[in-house]
């Protein structure tokens, strides 16, 4: 019976003290494993190449090239592993752009290490990681942007859309619903794209949240 393989993480982050609680953290479990330490992120974009990791955890602040960037750079380069943004920062500009960047996380350094390793576990396995507090901050950023539309465009998503739409709200990747509801994953990428443009929307973090508001 073969066992699953750990989930190989890179810590990147300015701070070595950080870095290596961080890492005796993540060590501690079973199906977590740091891979490599990163201190800027022009290290980051090459260690990636070198240890392919399955999820990196990037700090925001960081000397150079900050966590934005890197993100950014690393989305470019078609880096295909999860990556969670780990901050101390819950500016509501910061937690919108990371995930316009492509970030499957935002997660506090305040946060409790257990409910960390629970959220590392989650994005691992293609969901939001995503505290609550941020949630709350993002559901903020939706109520306060016009939204005199609202009703109409929940009006015309079709059925296909809205059940796509509440699975997302779940946290499903683009994989699962595709499973879930029997049909690819690029007619997944289809819907996401035609649903987040009809209710004017930038992420799929915000379209879970509105999900969550308006659809039954």
């Known amino acids: 019976m073969n066992e699953q393989a750990p989930i190989r993480i890179l810590l990147v982050d300015d701070h070595p003290l950080m870095r290596r609680g961080m890492r005796d953290l993540l060590a501690m479990e079973d199906d977590l494993q740091p891979v490599g330490e990163a201190g800027t992120g022009e290290e980051a974009l090459r260690l990636v190449d070198e240890l392919d990791p399955d999820l990196i955890l990037l700090d925001l602040n960081m000397p150079g090239m900050d966590g934005l960037e890197t993100l950014q750079r690393l989305r470019e380069a078609k880096v295909d592993a999860r990556i969670i943004l780990f901050t101390v920062s819950d500016d509501q500009s910061h937690v919108l752009e990371a995930l316009r960047q492509g970030a499957d996380g935002y997660l ?11 959220q590392v576990r989650a994005a691992a396995n293609g969901k939001l990681a995503l505290t609550s507090e941020l949630t ?5 950023a939706i ?18 859309e809205k059940d796509v739409l509440r699975l997302i709200a779940k946290g499903l990747s683009n994989k699962m ?9 690029g007619t997944v990428k289809v819907h996401v794209k035609n649903l987040l443009h009809s209710l004017r929307l930038r992420s799929r973090v915000e379209a879970a949240i509105w999900a969550t508001e308006h659809l039954r």
């Open 108 to 118: 506090l350094k305040d946060m409790d290490p257990e409910q960390l390793v629970e």
């Open 136 to 140: 709350l901050i993002l559901a903020q």
């Open 143 to 160: 109520r306060e942007r016009p939204s005199n539309a609202s009703q109409n465009a929940n009006a015309s998503l079709t059925k296909r």
């Open 177 to 185: 619903i595709a499973r879930k509801l029997g049909i690819t994953e």
